[in-house]
């Protein structure tokens, strides 16, 4: 058998693999990558509303033009519809994203995309291919190679013809919900009972009712619960629209697919209203086929390991989490990007420990995913039993918890609608600081009335209160953590910090320009000072003074923003009270 070889090798060309693949090109222009899809391009692909969160990979990926070219429809807000005695939920992103926008990234549209897949999916492979990534179309992987435990290679044909062996430093596995590295590995997912079947038709010439849908200009998706579930409507241009169902499979026990999906629709008056005097039509990359109502599988499930010697999963390779927050495609570029700055990172600085990135890797991206997946159980649970006020809520405490979020316009609608637009996995929330992930999550689970956020961020406001440190003695371990602004994986330091009978994790910050030694010997010794500077006696400005000071004239006033910020991480981390 014919063996070539590559530097990469990416399984699919859906936006996980085009994004990772052309990452990979950017850091290391000199290197071969080599991208397998199956399918022809244009294809028809389920998963049509993107979230503005993601605007910041396609950025930097430098394809943001491209996308805002296209034509695709806005997509500038929610409608949900709850609970039927329930008034409809309608808010525009812009309540949420932009005062979080301008805090670094106002640059970026306020807005996200209803896309046609078969045209988002085309662009962005072809942008891959403008970056130099060889992409083999079809090209079919047909297995892996695994030589003493390490994945070097796959087995591939280009176009039907025969098969070669190709070897390579690494392959990122980008088949979406076909994993196919785990299942040749044997990686057991884990699976999270949510919906397990969508079943979706396309239709043309609907009702564009603005409170529900806005329009053609600027258009909002319209989520409605419904009894065997609930259902997406996601208008695809002025003329065609996505509507979907997402249940689970004993429903068809005792009827078709087409019978339930009609039923579902037919409970909800709006849809009834918008759907109006609309025909079906067929899907978009299979136009002039006759209209179908399409089913796919649609449980939720995530690999606990994503990475491994030589591989890494990305996109629904990795994880899938149900659609109702419409996050798969932010988390296919999230992670695209996450892996392709894992694999310059092994190649830039052998001396890394690679076992140590790949289990970051892993961790890392449980967290990405796990923000979503909390926030779809919660909603799967509560259907029943609360409305939209109630997430209102605990959408503002969430932001409160955080940092970041502190510093937005935290109004209950307003921290939802952050949510909603996908900042829930904001990496600077995330990586740098508290993030949502720990402490927002665990104060949803709790569900305390005026939880500790609140609190919080009030007190912080009083700048003469007295900190008290309740920490009784700290280690330090670490993290691995990447981001939108960097190309490589860094070692963070993780702080574990015993509180009487509690131990709280801190990541602290860590300026991106001195991720090394130095700067994380900083960060840690403003750390200690915070600490023995809160005695109950100091105010606010006084910890943050003397933790200043005690770090010299050098970069004073970045220390003094610094110390402030981790006086204000603790605060929120409960391991220093206020008084
Ligand atoms: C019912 C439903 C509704 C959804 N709604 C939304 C939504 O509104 N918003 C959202 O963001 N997400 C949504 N999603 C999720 C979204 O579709 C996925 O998260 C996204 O497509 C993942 O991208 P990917 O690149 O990982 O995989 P994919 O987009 O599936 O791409 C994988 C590619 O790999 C190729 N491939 C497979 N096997 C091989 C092989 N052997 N050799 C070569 N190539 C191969 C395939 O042809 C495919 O092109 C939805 C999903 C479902 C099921």
């Known amino acids: 058998m014919a063996t070539e070889r590559a530097d990469v090798i990416v399984i699919g060309g859906g936006p996980a693999g085009s994004t990772a693949a052309g990452f990979i090109r950017l850091a290391n222009p000199e290197r071969r990558v080599v991208l397998f899809e199956r399918e022809p391009f244009p294809r028809h692909h389920v998963g ?26 806005k997509k500038t807000g929610i409608t949900y519809k709850w609970q039927h ?10 309540t949420g994203v932009l005062s979080a926008m301008e805090q670094g990234r106002a640059a970026l549209a306020d807005c996200a995309f209803q896309v046609e897949r078969s045209r988002y999916d085309a662009i962005l492979l072809e942008h891959a291919r403008s970056l130099g990534v060889e992409v ?7 297995g892996v190679i695994v030589e003493g435990g390490r994945v070097t290679g796959v087995r591939a044909s280009r176009g039907g013809g025969p098969v070669s062996e190709w070897s390579a430093d690494a392959v990122v596995d980008a088949s979406g919900q076909a994993r196919l ?25 609907f009702t564009w009712e603005e409170e529900l849908v806005g329009r053609p200009e600027g258009s909002k998706i319209f989520f ?17 629209v996505s509507v979907g169902l997402v249940t689970r499979a004993p429903f068809l026990e005792r009827m078709t697919a087409p019978e339930l999906f009609e039923r579902e629709v037919a409970a909800v008056p709006e849809l009834e209203r918008l759907l109006r005097g609309a025909r079906t039509t067929s899907a978009p990359g299979e136009d002039g086929a006759a209209p179908r109502t399409h089913t796919i599988t649609d449980w939720s499930y995530s690999h606990p390991v994503a990475a491994g010697p030589g591989w890494f999963l990305a996109g629904d390779a990795a994880a ?10 932010l988390l296919a570029h999230h992670s695209g990007l996450s892996c392709a700055n894992a694999i310059s990172t092994l190649w830039r600085h052998p001396e890394l420990p690679a076992e140590e990135l790949h289990a970051g890797y892993s961790a890392y991206y449980a967290q990405l995913y796990g923000g979503f997946l909390a926030m779809a159980q919660w909603w799967y649970q509560r259907r029943k039993v609360s409305g939209i006020d109630e997430w209102h809520a605990l959408a503002a405490r969430l932001g409160d918890s955080a940092r970041g979020a502190r510093a937005l316009n935290h109004g209950g609608a307003s921290s939802f609608m952050t949510f909603a637009a996908g900042f829930l996995t904001d990496f600077r929330f995330v990586n740098l600081g508290v993030g949502y992930g720990d402490r927002g999550l665990q104060i949803m689970a709790d569900q305390q009335p005026g939880g500790a956020g609140q609190q919080v961020a009030r007190e912080l406001l009083d700048r003469s209160a007295l900190p008290r440190s309740q920490v009784k003695s700290a280690s330090v371990e670490s993290y691995w953590s990447t981001d939108v602004e960097s190309e490589r ?27 090394e030694e130095r700067g994380i010997q900083r960060t840690l ?39 402030n910020l981790i006086l204000t991480d603790l605060v929120l981390l409960g391991a220093v009270t206020l008084r």
């Open 181 to 205: 590295l785990s299942r040749w590995l044997k990686l057991l997912p884990s699976a999270h009972p949510l919906g397990d079947l969508a079943i979706f038709r396309y239709y043309a010439g």
């Open 224 to 240: 409605a619960a419904c009894p065997a579930g609930w259902i997406w409507f996601i208008p695809l241009s002025a003329e065609r």
């Open 136 to 142: 083999v179309q079809p090209g079919r992987v047909e």
């Open 320 to 329: 899938f989490i149900d659609p109702i927050l419409s996050s798969g495609i």
């Open 48 to 73: 049509e509303s993107t979230l503005p969160e993601m605007n910041a990979v396609l950025h930097k990926l430098g394809v943001l033009p491209k996308i805002q070219a296209a034509g695709f429809v």
């Open 525 to 563: 010794s403003l750390v200690s000072h915070v600490i023995a500077a809160c005695d109950g006696r100091r105010s606010v400005d006084d910890v943050v003074r003397y933790a200043r000071d005690r770090l010299g004239a050098q970069q004073a006033s970045e220390n003094q923003q610094l110390a």
């Open 489 to 515: 994986w860094w070692r963070l330091p993780e702080v574990r910090l015993q509180c009487e009978a509690t131990e709280r994790r801190y990541r602290p910050p860590v300026p991106l320009a001195e991720r």
């Open 85 to 94: 005695d329930q008034p409809l939920f309608s808010e525009l992103f812009a």
